[in-house]
């Protein structure tokens, strides 16, 4: 069965101490791994898309990295903006299955 | 529009009554997508269109909900006898096309709270 699982639920980070998310999952043949930011209110926003084992990619502060058994969002130096709940997707076909999220809460 | 635009972006009804809610998605994307996401949980899947075509509906909770496209753009999802576990952010997502590996883009969201 196709999941996705995210931890940690929620975290808390001072500003300028650096951590990561994880995101795990099982799918039959994963035609793409994705990183969303949602803001309360709002509906999520793309950041990153993934392929394939060995892939990075890196935005600002932000880089996520790939495995054949999950994906990690690290966070440097964090500012208070970037407080958020981050959420993960896999699509192994036509559907995307979302994680229930990381909440992100940076303090100055 | 630049992005997905969702209507209404707020919704309050009774129990029983019918509600619509309408996506309107980015110009050119024939992939559009419907999701539910209640306090605390993560995205649901409900539907999604290629087109004009829906190929699966498995992810509609009961007979109760019902989703058209018409003219491969705008979306409307509806809601018979509204239940109060059906309040929820209602998300309208659309990518440029299913089979492919390109990525999706959410709307707001349509808040429905049923009283």
């Known amino acids: 069965e196709d999941q996705v699982t995210q931890s940690p639920e929620a975290l808390r980070l001072q500003e300028g101490e650096s951590s990561s998310l994880n995101c795990s999952y099982t799918?039959?043949?994963?035609?793409?791994l994705f990183w969303y930011r949602q803001d309360p209110g709002k509906g999520p926003e793309f950041l990153f898309t993934?392929?394939?084992a060995g892939e990075e990619k890196e935005k600002e502060r932000l880089k996520a990295t790939l495995t054949k058994k999950e994906s990690f969002l690290h966070i440097t130096a964090p500012k208070p903006e970037d407080s958020a709940t981050y959420l993960c997707a896999v699509r192994p076909g036509n559907q995307f299955y979302f994680g229930t999220g990381t909440s992100l809460t940076v303090i100055p | 529009g630049a992005g997905v635009s969702q209507s209404p972006s707020n919704k309050v009804t009774e129990k029983g009554k019918d509600v619509e809610l309408r996506c309107d998605p980015i110009s050119g994307h024939t992939a559009l997508y419907w999701y539910r996401q209640s306090l605390g949980q993560g995205l649901e899947f409900l539907i999604y269109?290629?087109?004009?075509?829906?190929?699966?509906k498995s992810g509609l909770p009961s007979d109760r909900f019902s989703a058209e496209r018409t003219g491969g753009s705008v979306s409307t999802l509806t809601i018979q006898r509204t239940q109060q576990e059906d309040s929820a952010v209602y998300l309208c997502?659309?990518?440029?096309?299913?089979?492919?590996?390109?990525?999706?883009?959410f709307g707001p969201g349509t808040r429905l709270t049923v009283l």
């Open positions: 997502a659309s990518s440029l096309e299913v089979d492919s590996y390109n990525e999706q883009f």
């Open positions: 993934l392929y394939s």
């Open positions: 269109f290629q087109g004009n075509s829906a190929p699966d």
């Open positions: 799918v039959s043949g994963l035609r793409g």
